[in-house]
């Protein structure tokens, strides 16, 4: 199920361009842990290993998801969602002598590596601007460098509280700093001139920031009231892939963050892309694991073995979980082959540089697939026939396509398009009219993908169906101020179709499976069946 809040220019460019649904962007992968440096819990978008170097530090040895992030651009990822989690890290703070008193700020951003530096002047103010300053902060590279990262400029702001400009609610605004403690009576003095004759100089920031400890499950969970950890990606834009590296590099995820996340991947319609556990030290330990291992969601996906890599930092060949190698071979994948065919070519295979820790033979890689678990492998062998990639549903996932994991992507895909593109009806009337335009869009949208072979069938009704009428908009819908659209498709088998229900409201849009008979596609009985169905928590898959 995916939930979103839409916003008001959202909705207004939408609505200028219902003409067309838009497949979403695949192979875009979220990242949620530990970094040298950067915002916390604040979603942000990289599209290299460069860039996510310059905000969040690069390479840092207690820092898995920084080789992950690495790992996924080198292994042809794109684009990727990083949310920063810390546990007890402390920003540090920049002390400003203000008349025999001090005034101190403090960074947004905590760690050891956050450099900041203020500069005071009061250029372009009268002497009746007693209370009132210039503030300069900058973030640097590192202490004592001159190459200047961010900056922020705040004129002719004010000691007293309640005056235009006060210097508290100013800092509210800044992305580098805010007012840590008491403020002091004066103004802080004019910053001193620095060296060589340059007339403004600086005050660096105190080395008190702190990096942490290592993060605990607690920690990449975190809340949902604050939106920290997993609970900050409700601010990230689409993501289709999660990754959750180790907690440390002896440190597995634990079970309650792989329950939390595969629920999060539900209602984003994205998939969690899970490591094999460290233990897990050859294919024979990992298919004997397997037997009672409890983890199983049809929105997961693993790819064992783990990975050998040459660590830049300890200077050898060390071993790394697999999800950032893995989330970069789908995305790589996307770019040659519809997202809806099981690769079988040189895309399903890492990249030199990347090699399986462990060898896996044919016979072992085809009781893994059995398993839900997909092996990676550096090259492909010559006359090999690989099993199908899978899902971690299970044997005894609900919907049976969803164990595989072309299936599972292409119901996410055509859904989380389907709710996105139609967005649009919520600036229009929820009546006849608007239900046949959305209807009708939304079967282009699907008449363009049966006709690119994405769906079983060969005639509309054998692959796909639209209704969005009264039979799912009823009056009472419709008084609640919902806009229903019911769609269905077949991914494996002609006739048989995974079934979806779209839902708009006041600003909240949601798309969900259901399941209904489609013999009884008439009258009130659609409505009846997709309300029983949600009721008994027809939520197709298993519990993730």
């Known amino acids: 199920m995916a939930n979103s809040r839409v916003s008001g ?45 310059q905000h969040f530090g ?94 922020e400029i705040y004129r002719r702001v004010s000691m007293t509280a309640g005056a235009k400009g006060f210097l508290t609610q100013a800092l509210l605004e800044s992305a580098l700093v805010r007012v840590h403690g008491t403020l002091p009576a004066q103004r802080p003095d004019r910053s001193a001139g620095g060296p060589g004759g340059v007339a403004a100089g600086y005050t660096l920031s105190n080395p008190d920031g702190d990096d942490g400890a290592p993060l605990t499950d607690y920690d990449v969970i975190g809340s949902h009231a604050r939106g920290t950890g997993l609970f900050a990606l409700a601010a990230a834009e689409r993501f289709n892939l999660l990754c959750i590296p180790p907690l440390a590099r002896e440190q597995d995820v634990g079970m309650s963050t792989l329950y939390v996340a595969a629920r999060l991947c539900r209602e984003r319609c994205a998939l969690l892309v899970v490591d094999p ?8 330990v990992a298919l004997a694991a397997l037997r009672s291992w409890p983890f199983r969601s049809d929105c997961a996906v693993m790819y064992y073995p783990r990975v050998q890599a040459f660590d830049r930092l300890r200077g050898r060949v060390e071993t790394f979980a697999s999800c950032g190698a893995a989330a970069g071979m789908i995305a790589r994948s996307d770019e040659s082959w519809p997202i809806w065919t099981a690769v ?5 295979s890492l990249r030199p540089g990347l090699r399986p820790a462990v ?43 969803w ?25 229009e009337h929820n009546g006849p009219a608007t239900w046949a335009r959305a209807r009708a869009r939304v079967s282009e949208f ?23 009428d009264e039979r799912v908009n009823g009056a009472q ?57 949600i009721l008994r928590g027809g939520v197709v898959g298993s519990p993730g």
Do not use: M
């Open 344 to 348: 079988e070519a040189e895309e399903a």
């Open 9 to 53: 220019a959202q909705l207004a460019q939408q609505s200028r361009d219902y003409q067309a649904i838009d497949g979403v962007a695949t192979g875009v992968a979220a990242f949620v842990g530990r970094t040298l440096k950067g915002p916390v819990a604040q979603p942000l978008t990289v599209r290299s290993f460069s860039e996510f170097q």
């Open 403 to 427: 164990r595989y994991l072309c299936a599972r992507r292409l119901g996410l895909y055509v859904a989380a398009s389907i709710e996105q593109g139609t967005r649009w009806v919520l600036l």
């Open 446 to 468: 699907l008449d363009s993908l049966a006709a690119q072979g994405a769906f079983a069938g060969v005639t509309p009704r054998d692959s796909h169906f639209v209704i969005c």
């Open 58 to 151: 690069g390479l840092w040895q207690p820092a898995t998801l920084s080789y992950a992030v690495e790992q996924f651009f080198e292994n042809g990822g794109r684009e990727a969602r990083i949310v920063r989690v810390v546990n007890g890290a402390r920003p540090p703070t920049l002390s400003l002598p203000a008349a025999g008193e001090i005034l101190t700020l403090i960074a947004v951003n905590p760690g050891s590596r956050e450099y900041l530096r203020a500069s005071v002047d009061y250029d372009g103010l009268s002497a009746a601007d007693a209370d009132r300053f210039n503030l300069v902060v900058q973030r640097v590279r590192t202490a004592g460098s001159e190459l200047v990262e961010d900056q």
């Open 477 to 533: 819908s419709v008084a609640e101020g919902k806009f229903n659209l019911l769609f269905g498709f077949a991914t494996t088998r002609p006739g048989e179709f995974d079934t979806w229900l779209v839902t708009h409201r006041a600003g909240v849009s949601r798309v969900r499976p259901v399941s209904v008979n489609r013999q009884a596609t008439a009258g009130q009985r659609v409505e009846w069946e997709i309300q029983t169905s």
């Open 277 to 284: 556990p460290a233990s897990w030290s050859s294919a024979a």
């Open 359 to 401: 060898t896996v033979s044919d016979a072992e890689r085809a009781r893994l697939a059995q398993q839900g678990v997909n092996t990676l492998q550096a090259v492909r062998s010559a006359g090999r026939t690989n099993p199908g990639p899978r899902t971690l549903a299970g044997d005894g996932s609900s919907a049976s396509d």
